[in-house]
Every structure is written in C-alpha cells, then in structure tokens.
Nanobody, 114 residues
Framework: QVQLVESGGGLVQAGGSLRLSCAASGSKSSINVMGWYRQAPGKQRELVARVTSGGSTNYADSVKGRFTISRDNAKNTVFLQMNSLKPEDTAVYYC????????WGQGTQVTVSS
C-alpha cells in the first residue's frame, strides 16, 4: 500500500504561479513513476505531467513550457511548479504513483481567476 499526501493548491490570479507537492509513503517497491492528473468540473481526468524514477518527464501539450515536474527520490516526493497559470488550469489536481496498481492522492484544488 502507498499513501499520497498533496499540498500547495489554492487560488491565484491568471499569470501567477503555484507549486504543488506530493509525498508518498508506504511500500517503496510500489513507488515508481509519479505524476499529476487533473479534473475540471464536467470534464474527464487528464494527465498533466509525469516523471520516472530516472528523471524522464512527459507533459500534456497544454502545459508544456509553463509547468515543470520534478521529484526527490530520497523523500519519495514529487513537485509540480506551475507558472503562467490560466483560468483553464482550474481543476482538482491529483497526485499518483504506480503502474499495475495505481495509487491516488486525495486531490488539491487549484483555482485560477481571470
């Protein structure tokens, strides 16, 4: 079992920045790729970014150049630095890890006002 605890969401004006953090604990063998999904009201959950334990990253096209994902393997923590935020980035952001079994955080609200 893996537990994920997120922090860092909030309300910000368009053009601003936020930094999300997610700390994983539990079975270390289950902590491999880490990343973030988001879900806006009335929309499907979508992948925002992910990072492997080796540091390889993938981003959704909509956030490339604005968001940066990173991780601290020693602390099993993943970060999402979000810059130049837009109102369309408003969503609940969920941290995840795992492959065959996926573990999710509780979600953190990000609201970007215009």
């Amino acid at each position: 079992q893996v537990q994920l605890v997120e922090s860092g969401g909030g309300l910000v004006q368009a053009g601003g920045s936020l930094r999300l953090s997610c700390a994983a604990s539990g079975s270390k063998s289950s902590i491999n790729v880490m990343g973030w999904y988001r879900q806006a009201p009335g929309k499907q959950r979508e992948l925002v970014a992910r990072v492997t334990s080796g540091g390889s990253t993938n981003y959704a096209d909509s956030v490339k150049g604005r968001f940066t994902i990173s991780r601290d393997n020693a602390k099993n923590t993943v970060f999402l630095q979000m810059n130049s935020l837009k109102p369309e980035d408003t969503a609940v952001y969920y941290c995840y890890t795992g492959t065959l079994t996926v573990y999710w955080g509780q979600g953190t609200q990000v609201t970007v006002s215009s």
